[in-house]
């Protein structure tokens, strides 16, 4: 049987358990938030440095005549604006992907994409015309992220 006294303890329980899951809440929305930002980042600089897709494939041009990872006449179009030519990088106006970024964000979901209906019509053609997804993350990319942020998240519990 509870006493008087019993139901006070309850209460402080009961308060502390409270505190304790609103802060574990929003621990997990920021770790939830961070891997939505490693996403941005990782998926970036595999298309910047390595000019492959989510499955690790080099990005190649269509056309017959080439020069580097283009075609010869986009490609002294480049080399006009000062931009490298060996590889796809996706990287020619500089406005694709600084607007790949967090589109949406929820204490529960994060969302990676365009911020401009532009830039993501401008990357559905890309990927339309590579043939392939790219602005996604490849399995091993995927697993990476969640094996750090699952790690982040033990060591909170950890804590606790």
């Not at 574990?24 to 970036?44: K, M, N, Q, T, Y």
């Not at 020619?92 to 790949?100: E, K, Q, S, V």
């Not at 990676?112 to 990927?127: H, I, K, N, P, Q």
Request: charged share 40%; proline share 2%.
């Amino acid at each position: 049987m509870i006493q008087k006294s019993d139901s006070r303890e309850v209460y402080e329980v009961a308060l502390s358990l409270q505190s304790l899951g609103k802060i574990i809440d929003e621990d997990l929305e920021r770790e939830l938030l961070r891997a939505g930002a490693d996403v941005v980042v990782v998926v970036s600089h595999r298309i910047k440095r390595a000019g492959e897709d989510a499955t690790g494939r080099a990005l190649k041009t269509k056309a017959k005549k080439t020069d580097g990872g283009y075609s010869k006449r986009y490609a002294a179009r480049r080399r006009e604006k000062g931009r490298q030519i060996d590889r796809v990088d996706l990287f020619m106006d500089g406005d694709l992907m600084p607007a790949y970024n967090l589109t949406e964000r929820s204490p529960r979901s994060v969302g990676v994409g365009f911020t401009s209906d532009e830039m993501d019509e401008r990357a559905e053609w890309l990927e339309n015309y590579y043939g392939t997804e790219i602005f996604v993350p490849s399995e091993k990319e995927e697993d990476e992220i969640m094996d750090d942020a699952m790690s982040r998240i033990e060591n909170l519990i950890e804590k606790i």
